[in-house]
C-alpha cells in the first residue's frame, strides 16, 4: 500500500516557521514528509532532522527527502532532543508537530486503526510496545473507565468497559469489528444518531497504546528550551487534549509575573518567554475540510521564543 497522506494545514504551519535558509529545523512526525518537504526546499546552508517511530513513514521519508539536506530518524519525537545532541545539535530554529494519525495508517486495515473495517487490534505507531488487544483483554474494568474516560471523554465509559470484561470472558476480543460491536452494543439509540459510537473509544486506546499524551507533555518543555530566541514551536493537533495541553503550556511560556496582586512590587522577577504567533489557533480553510474531511478537526498554534531561561 502506497504511503498516501495530505499534509494538514500546510502553508500555514510553513508559514508560523518563518523559516531562515541557514536555520536547523525539526519536523517531529515526518510521516508522508509533506511538511518537510516544504521546510527543506526553503533551507541552503541549514539543515532538516525528521523523526517518526512507524518505519514505514521513515522509508517514504527518505526516498523523499533524499535529495534535501535532511536527516529522518526513526525514533519517536519525545526522544528528540538526546537525539538531536548525538549529532551535536543543541539548540534550534523551528520545531513543527502535526500529531494527526496519516491516512496511511488510517486506511491500512492491518494497522488496526479504524473501526470500519475488520483487523487485528493492533494501534501501534511502531511496531514495539502493548497492542490495543492487550488493554482490552487484559486492563481492569477501572483501568478501561479512565482511558475511555480520560482520552475519549466517553460517558458511557463505565458502561463500556464493564461490557468488555464481560465479554472477553467467553472469548477474548481480538478484532476491531469485534470491539466496535461491543461498544455499539452499549449505547442508546441517541448516542448512535451522533456519529459512529466507536470513534471516541478507538481514539482513546490509540492514546494509550502509543502513550500520545505523556510523549507531547514531555516534548512541549523540551522543545521550547531547544528553541534559540526567534525560533517557533508550531504544533497541529486533533483533538481536545492535545490542544488543551498546548494551550496551557503556551499561556504557562507567555506568562511573566506571578506575584499576588496585593504586591506592592513584583519579587518573582519573571518575564514572559514566549509570544503567540496568533492569539487564537489557525483553523483550515472551508476549502481544505472540502478536499480533506479528515482535516476537520485540525487546529495549529504556534509560539516564538522570546526569552531564554
Same mark, same amino acid.
Given at each position: 500500500?502506497?504511503?498516501?497522506?495530505?499534509?494538514?494545514?500546510?502553508?500555514?504551519?510553513?508559514?508560523?516557521?518563518?523559516?531562515?535558509?541557514?536555520?536547523?529545523?525539526? !519536523?517531529?512526525?515526518?510521516?508522508?514528509?509533506?511538511?518537510?518537504?516544504?521546510?527543506?526546499?526553503?533551507?541552503?546552508?541549514?539543515?532538516?532532522?525528521?523523526?517518526?517511530? !512507524?518505519?514505514?513513514?521513515?522509508?517514504?521519508?527518505?526516498?523523499?527527502?533524499?535529495?534535501?539536506?535532511?536527516?529522518?530518524?526513526?525514533?519517536?519525537?519525545?526522544?528528540?532532543?538526546?537525539?538531536?545532541?548525538?549529532?551535536?545539535?543543541? =539548540?534550534?530554529?523551528?520545531?513543527?508537530? %502535526? /500529531?494527526?494519525?496519516?491516512?496511511?495508517?488510517? !486506511?491500512?486495515?492491518?494497522?488496526?486503526?479504524?473501526?470500519?473495517?475488520?483487523?487485528?487490534?493492533?494501534?501501534?505507531? =511502531?511496531? =514495539?510496545?502493548?497492542?490495543?488487544?492487550?488493554?482490552?483483554?487484559?486492563?481492569?474494568?477501572?483501568?478501561?473507565?479512565?482511558?475511555?474516560?480520560?482520552?475519549?471523554?466517553?460517558?458511557?465509559?463505565?458502561?463500556?468497559?464493564?461490557?468488555?470484561?464481560?465479554?472477553?470472558?467467553?472469548?477474548?476480543?481480538?478484532?476491531?469489528?469485534?470491539?466496535?460491536?461491543?461498544?455499539?452494543?452499549?449505547?442508546?439509540?441517541?448516542?448512535?444518531?451522533?456519529?459512529?459510537?466507536?470513534?471516541?473509544?478507538?481514539?482513546?486506546?490509540?492514546?494509550?497504546?502509543?502513550?500520545?499524551?505523556?510523549?507531547?507533555?514531555?516534548? /512541549?518543555?523540551?522543545?521550547?528550551?531547544?528553541?534559540?530566541?526567534?525560533?517557533?514551536?508550531?504544533?497541529?493537533?486533533?483533538?481536545? /487534549?492535545? %490542544?488543551?495541553?498546548?494551550?496551557?503550556?503556551?499561556?504557562?511560556?507567555?506568562?511573566?509575573?506571578?506575584?499576588?496582586?496585593?504586591?506592592?512590587?513584583?519579587?518573582?522577577?519573571?518575564?514572559?518567554?514566549?509570544?503567540?504567533?496568533?492569539?487564537?489557533?489557525?483553523?483550515?480553510?472551508?476549502?481544505?475540510?472540502?478536499?480533506?474531511?479528515?482535516?476537520?478537526?485540525?487546529?495549529?498554534?504556534?509560539?516564538?521564543?522570546?526569552?531564554?531561561?
Amino acid at each position: 500500500m502506497e504511503f498516501n497522506h495530505k499534509s494538514v494545514l500546510l502553508e500555514e504551519a510553513i508559514n508560523s516557521l518563518d523559516i531562515k535558509p541557514d536555520g536547523i529545523y525539526v !519536523d517531529g512526525t515526518v510521516g508522508g514528509a509533506g511538511h518537510s518537504v516544504q521546510i527543506a526546499k526553503r533551507l541552503n546552508s541549514g539543515r532538516l532532522f525528521a523523526f517518526d517511530r !512507524d518505519i514505514g513513514a521513515v522509508r517514504v521519508a527518505s526516498e523523499r527527502l533524499k535529495n534535501y539536506n535532511a536527516t529522518v530518524i526513526e525514533t519517536n519525537y519525545d526522544c528528540m532532543r538526546e537525539v538531536l545532541k548525538s549529532y551535536g545539535v543543541f =539548540s534550534v530554529d523551528g520545531v513543527l508537530l %502535526d /500529531l494527526g494519525v496519516s491516512s496511511y495508517q488510517l !486506511d491500512n486495515a492491518s494497522r488496526g486503526f479504524s473501526y470500519r473495517q475488520d483487523a487485528p487490534l493492533d494501534m501501534r505507531m =511502531s511496531n =514495539s510496545g502493548i497492542t490495543a488487544a492487550y488493554i482490552v483483554n487484559n486492563y481492569s474494568t477501572e483501568e478501561l473507565t479512565r482511558v475511555f474516560k480520560d482520552y475519549g471523554e466517553e460517558k458511557f465509559a463505565f458502561k463500556i468497559a464493564k461490557k468488555i470484561v464481560a465479554e472477553r470472558e467467553r472469548s477474548p476480543i481480538l478484532t476491531t469489528l469485534a470491539l466496535a460491536d461491543v461498544i455499539n452494543s452499549c449505547m442508546p439509540a441517541a448516542a448512535r444518531r451522533e456519529g459512529n459510537p466507536s470513534r471516541r473509544c478507538f481514539q482513546a486506546l490509540r492514546i494509550e497504546v502509543n502513550g500520545e499524551l505523556d510523549s507531547l507533555k514531555k516534548i /512541549l518543555d523540551e522543545a521550547f528550551d531547544m528553541l534559540n530566541v526567534g525560533g517557533v514551536l508550531a504544533i497541529i493537533t486533533f483533538h481536545s /487534549l492535545e %490542544d488543551r495541553a498546548v494551550k496551557q503550556k503556551f499561556k504557562e511560556f507567555c506568562t511573566g509575573c506571578i506575584c499576588p496582586p496585593d504586591f506592592p512590587v513584583c519579587v518573582c522577577n519573571r518575564k514572559p518567554r514566549g509570544e503567540l504567533i496568533s492569539r487564537k489557533p489557525v483553523l483550515p480553510s472551508d476549502e481544505e475540510i472540502k478536499e480533506n474531511s479528515r482535516s476537520r478537526s485540525a487546529k495549529l498554534r504556534a509560539i516564538r521564543k522570546i526569552r531564554g531561561e
